[in-house]
């Protein structure tokens, strides 16, 4: 049974502007536009202006109508001096996605050879309403929303990363889950062809890579399927098309370029847990108090940073986040569940 | 006196080669090329060089036996302390760029990884045999400077191991790295390093 109480950070009814007064503010704004006036007074136009250095995608007419579509700054951070948005290119050139190389630098290089265009999801387990759908499909009946988030690796660096994209339980709503869902499985695509990484005869990991939310956690307001950033749609290596993004847990929860979603009622064992349960958990929610038998996870390097000032700073349980997720795990060990 | 000279010139450029990568790297992160993390971007390819920095220093006495060429050895000493300096680099750019000179937190972290104690106790071997690279030593140790100097084979298994450790998601590196230590290890071995005396003979027919 899922009870939902409102969380600081959840949007309330009446944070939605009406459609009448957006669309006449719209029209208002291209008529100003038009004068050539450049007073940044919407969300939009203020992203839009953060954006002007990001390099244009390539993204599908039907994702460029929906990102153009955006509420903007749907969730920012409350203290936007302290998480400051890493600059696009460190966020796109900065990347663990294992299918194309261990270099931190490999995606970026190597992941221009992923087609995702056309793309599908296959929906299904335990729901009614399953099936496999073409990304358009499947992104259509929900509004992008922009939600800038702290993104808090496992490896103890971090960035705040502005992702574009639909909340996870609406899509999970529309699927309509049986009684016995209990847990969402998620899987990455498999395609040595296009993932060189995949092709090596010396990965840890077991592809397809997979990556497991409990339902309250899937359900969560704050957990999103991300389809941009920045803006604009994903680039390759943060994820494309589609990617998940659970801002309270280690990075590698947020499982990247999504074919499979399934409800499930098992927990399901995520590719991490599977290569070395006593490093990674299934819940991998950011805990500052419980350490990775290699390195602490008391701090984190907060990036870009420089040679002479890491940017180390405390890391913060639930990655700061805890007021809207920390009742979730009442009553769970922490330490043992890690 | 021209071969000393020649000599000179080589150890003199090798000594050059060798410092290259250092200010390449270092090059990269002041013109903003080595990503959003330059600490670690230091900290990595400097852990690269010592690492190859250990296996071209030990490459060098099977390489004398099989061509007989002066030059490997005369540049023994010099990779051998390349090895040391890379190395005690990699753990200054850990203790300054990743800790930004935490002493609690590296003394804890010191005690409390596996791979960093390993790493620590390479370092500590390299340095007693850096120390005891120079001639004065030599006469001191007498008979004992050789096998005292075979710790450098230990070494780099340990190296290998702390290497091994922190490796994340795929082996294929290390693989590399480990083959080329193992390879180098094997032409030690006293029936494989008695052939390579052979091979250079047949080589030098051919």
Redesign the interface.
Known sequence: MLIKIAKPSDLHESDVTPESIYLSRRRFMGGMAGLGAGLALSGQARANADYSDVPEGDAPTWLKEKISDTQWRAITPSDPDKDKI??FD?AS??NNF?EF??D??DPARHAGSLQTEPWSVVVDGEVNNGGRFALEDFAKPSQFEERIYRLRCV?A?S?VIPWLGIPLAEVIKRADPTSKAKYVRFETLVDPEQMR?QR??????DWPYVEGLRLDEAMHPLTLLAMGMYGRELPNQNGAPLRLVVPWKYGFKSIKSIVRISLVEEQPVNSWQQ?AADEYGFYANVNPEV?HP???Q??E?R????????N?IDTLMFNGYADEVAEMYAGLDLRTNY | MAAQRVWLLWRVGVFLAALVPLVFWGWQ?ANNAA??????Y?LLNIGIGALWMLLLTLSLTPLTKLTRWKGFALIRRQLGLWALAYATLHMLSYA?????L?WA?LG??LV????IIVGILALIGLAVLGATSNRWAMKRLGKRWKPLHKLSYAILGLVLLHFF?????????W?MYAAIAALIMATRLPPIARTLPKLRHRLSRT
């Not at chain 1, 990036?303 to 890491?310: Q, V």
Request: no cysteine; aromatic share 14%; proline share 9%.
């Open positions: 890493a600059p460190d050139g900065y294992f190389g261990t931190k630098g490896e660096w960035m990484g090596s005869s010396f990965s840890i990991i290569i350490d290699r390195w602490s008391a701090t390097r990036l870009p940073n420089s040679l002479f000032s890491p180390a | 992160v990503g959003p993390e330059p600490g670690r230091l300054l760029f990743i800790l930004g935490n937190l804890s972290e409390k990884r596996p791979y450790w922190v490796v994340r998601a795929d082996m294929q590196e693989a």
